[in-house]
């Protein structure tokens, strides 16, 4: 699904140059639920920027779903992200002036397809966020576990291969997240492959398989015993 | 290129990204607005102005110059200064013959006689014409005939009279027509009455007689008064005027360098001041109207800039969700064209609005400063283009420092 090996990435700073990732190899495979923890400035998120094709590495192999990733141009980045990426935002990144459905129908629209079809669609997502009758509210009348949940079905709309999570609970309350997780989990269940970014240990612990951060390696890479979130709502 | 601007989508997305911010789109407008609603109203009324000038001289050859004689200011074979010069016609004839470029050559006399229509009377103006006449300095007739050759040949008592003559001899409603006015103690019949209008050029004429009764009337023999001569379309003026007096000057024995022996008015030269007036403010409310429309799109590029700025967020998103950098400046350029047309047309149709105002408030009536003030379709059309033209170049502006950010920046800004 996903392959990554001796990944390097360093941001200039003045003249000197901070190096971030400093030899990453990761694979994934499809239907595993990863959640890569690690304090600020592990580069963790670099990580899932290289992975969302949002940012490009300095150096090492990125394959997904057998496809080589590399010397994109801004156009091939944004068609693979669109084929290939969900993105699931801390901040969830809705946007203001459309409502719950046409926010989840953008990706689709970005596709190419027709506005029928990205209604049928919105609506189909919406209704497994269970969100539907909220299809013609604005963000600004949804509540935050509502505002994360269109902006998993708008992840969702396009049919990823890869779900990217950052921070997908860093702006709700524990129940909230909870919640959320709970339905992360379920899409899970039903086979999408889900990659998050987190530094809280029990969101951690809902996923299959933790990797840890520390100054740009690697240090710990091990499936655990997934908790289920649901034990707690 | 040719579906996305039918996609009902695209103008959605214009429509929610200008209704976002409804006074700063309405702002934004404002400045293109202003332009073209300047560029219509001043061209309009400046084709108006123009108009006006070419209704008030409509009747006259405008390519024309009066010729009078005056007394010479220096001595000449013989004869010393301060000769009577008096014009007769051969010398007409001669200038007819003799010269380029020459379309007419109209001698005309003119006298103040005492005119007494029963009980009425008067002292007017009383020029002897040629049917000629008619065609350099149009008569506008309201009843009857003007001179004919006729008239010429057998000297008839006819005269054409003014509307002003008119109402000073005759009752209201009273067919002047066939009545006769007394001149100079000589019965006359009316035939013609015409409208004398605003403009009058050289003495005004009161009453037209036939040239030949003139002559025999007031016993003038070859003498003229004045002569009219008009230039074929596009001929110059200023040169048949030169022209003439040189030719008359040798025909009258009068020094070719005295400048005083002939008096004369050169309608073209001044005509062609008015006009030159006119081609100059037409340029002026161009450069006006055009410097105005730039000035206001650069606003729309300066606000689009701006939105952009505020949307780098929105952008990062969309490019995230799989816009690619071609599609984002296709949306904003589209933005930025439809701005510029919408406050574009709008501001045609309110300039449209003005020139009505200014016609029912300056159009009206004979005596009209601004007739039918109005722009051709092909200098609204023109506006557009360039409307077009200029919101397509300054959208490119915003387009491209929107997708200059990487999207990852974009969705780290806050």
């Given at each position: ?8 990435k ?6 000197s ?15 595993e ?8 400035g ?21 394959v997904l ?11 091939k ?11 699931i ?8 002036y ?6 989840v ?8 397809l027709?506005?029928?079809?990205r ?7 919406l ?10 509210h ?6 935050g576990?509502?505002?994360?949940r ?13 779900l ?16 959320i ?42 499936f ?10 | ?26 702002l ?13 109203g001043?061209?309009g ?46 010398d ?16 005309r ?6 005119v007494?229509?029963?009980?009425l ?44 003559i ?34 009058n ?30 230039g074929?379309p596009g ?13 008359l ?9 005295d ?30 109207g ?17 939105t ?8 990062g ?7 690619t ?6 949306q ?47 200098v ?8 077009v033209?200029?919101?397509t ?9 929107a997708?200059?950010i ?9």
């Open positions: 699904m996903l392959k990554i090996s001796n990944l390097h360093s941001y200039p700073i003045g003249d140059s901070l190096h971030v990732l400093k030899g990453i190899d990761l694979s994934v495979e499809s239907g639920m990863v959640a890569i923890m690690g304090s600020s592990s580069g963790k998120s670099t990580l899932l920027n290289i992975i969302g094709m949002l940012d490009e590495a300095d150096s090492g192999d990125y779903d057998e496809v080589p990733i590399k010397d994109l141009t801004e156009k980045a944004a068609i693979y992200r669109n084929k290939f990426l969900g993105f935002f801390q901040s969830f990144n809705l946007i203001n459309k409502d719950a459905l046409e926010n129908a953008l990706p689709l629209y970005y596709q190419g027709k506005r029928k079809e209604q049928e669609k919105g609506k189909f997502h209704e497994k966020v269970g969100l539907l009758e909220w299809a013609h604005l963000p600004s009348e949804l509540s576990g509502q505002k994360q269109v902006a998993i079905a708008r992840a969702l709309a396009s049919n990823p291969k890869l990217l999570a950052d921070e997908p609970t860093g702006a709700l309350d524990t129940q909230t997240s909870h919640e997780m709970e339905f992360i989990q379920q899409l899970n269940d039903e086979g999408k492959t889900i990659l998050m970014v987190t530094h809280e240990e029990d969101i951690a612990s809902m996923c299959k398989r933790i990797v840890r951060l520390k100054d740009g390696i690697i240090i710990e890479d091990a655990v015993n997934q908790v289920r979130a649901s034990e707690y709502v | 290129m040719i579906k996305f601007l039918f996609d009902r989508d695209t103008w959605q997305e214009v429509y929610d990204s200008l209704t976002k911010n409804k006074l700063r789109s309405i934004t407008m404002v400045g293109v607005w202003w332009g073209i609603l300047l560029l219509i001043l061209l009324s400046a084709k108006g102005l123009e108009n006006s000038f070419n209704r008030l001289f409509g009747n006259f050859a405008t390519n024309s110059v009066f010729v009078w004689g005056q007394s010479t200011s220096k001595p000449f074979k013989g004869f010393q200064e301060g000769k009577r010069v008096q014009l007769s016609l051969s007409a004839k001669k200038i007819e013959e003799n010269i380029d470029g020459i379309e007419f050559v109209v001698p006399n003119q006298n103040q006689s005492f007494v229509r029963n009980f009377s008067g002292n007017y103006g009383i020029s002897g014409d040629y049917p000629l006449l008619d065609l350099v300095q149009k008569k506008n007739l309201v009843n009857g005939r003007f001179i004919n050759q006729t008239d010429i040949d057998e000297k008839r008592k006819v005269a054409v009279i003014s509307d002003d008119y109402k000073q001899l005759f009752q209201k409603d009273e067919d002047a027509i066939g009545e006769f006015i007394i001149i100079n103690g000589i019965n006359f019949a009316v035939v013609g009455v015409f409208d004398k209008g605003n403009i050029m050289g003495p005004s004429d009161d009453i037209h007689i036939p040239f030949t009764t003139f002559q025999q009337i007031y016993n003038q023999g070859d003498r003229i008064g004045w002569v009219m001569i008009t074929k001929a110059d003026i200023k040169q048949i005027e030169q022209d003439a007096k040189l030719l000057k040798n025909l009258n024995r009068i020094h070719p360098d400048n005083r022996a002939f008096g004369s008015f050169n309608l073209g030269k001044e005509f062609g001041k008015l006009t030159g007036f006119l081609t100059g403010m037409q340029f002026l409310t161009w450069f006006v055009i410097a105005t429309l730039i000035a206001g799109v650069f606003a729309i590029g300066n606000i689009l800039l701006i952009v700025k505020e949307r780098t967020k929105e952008i998103v969309r490019r995230a969700l799989g816009a950098p071609y599609e984002i400046k296709r904003i350029v589209v933005e930025a064209v439809f701005i510029t047309l919408f406050a574009g047309v709008f501001g045609i149709i309110t300039g449209g609005w003005i020139l009505i105002a200014l016609d029912s408030a300056f159009g009206q009536g004979d005596e009209a400063v601004l007739v039918n003030a109005s722009v051709s379709i092909a609204v059309f023109i506006a557009l283009i360039i409307l033209i200029l919101g170049l300054i959208g490119l502006i915003p387009a491209f420092k997708t200059s990487k999207p990852i920046e974009a969705l780290r800004e806050e």
